[in-house]
Nanobody
């Protein structure tokens, strides 16, 4: 069974930083792209960032570009999301997801990812 466990969420003031981690068990992540998505209250789930298998490619949503950084440590089977200059509109539940296809390409589409973690809450106050 493949499990993804997010950690690092919490409450911060605008302008602050958080670092999310996603620890994966039951699968070696080195063969898969990884992604972060989020769901804000009353809104649909949206893409945040993705990273290729060997970290050669990263892509970000326009809303977080320049503020968030996705990275991975395949030796630790863990993916990270460094979030700086946080804004109240970043408030959401953040989900980590593993690419559905071995040796697949990075994707903005949630359907290209499975399995998913349970999510971690990030709250940014003004």
């Amino acid at each position: 069974q493949v499990l993804l466990e997010e950690s690092g969420g919490g409450s911060v003031q605008a302008g602050g930083s958080l670092r999310l981690a996603c620890a994966v068990s039951g699968r070696t992540i080195s063969g898969y792209p990884m992604g972060w998505f989020r769901r804000a209250p009353g809104k649909e789930r949206e893409f945040v960032a993705t990273i290729s298998r060997l970290s050669s490619t990263t892509n970000y949503a326009d809303s977080v570009k320049g503020r968030f950084t996705i990275s991975r440590d395949n030796a630790k089977n863990t993916v990270y999301l460094q979030m700086n200059s946080l804004k109240p509109e970043d408030t959401a539940v953040y989900y980590c997801a593993a690419g559905r296809t071995l040796y697949g390409r990075v994707s903005y589409t949630a359907d290209d990812y499975n399995p998913w973690g349970q999510g971690t809450q990030v709250t940014v106050s003004s």
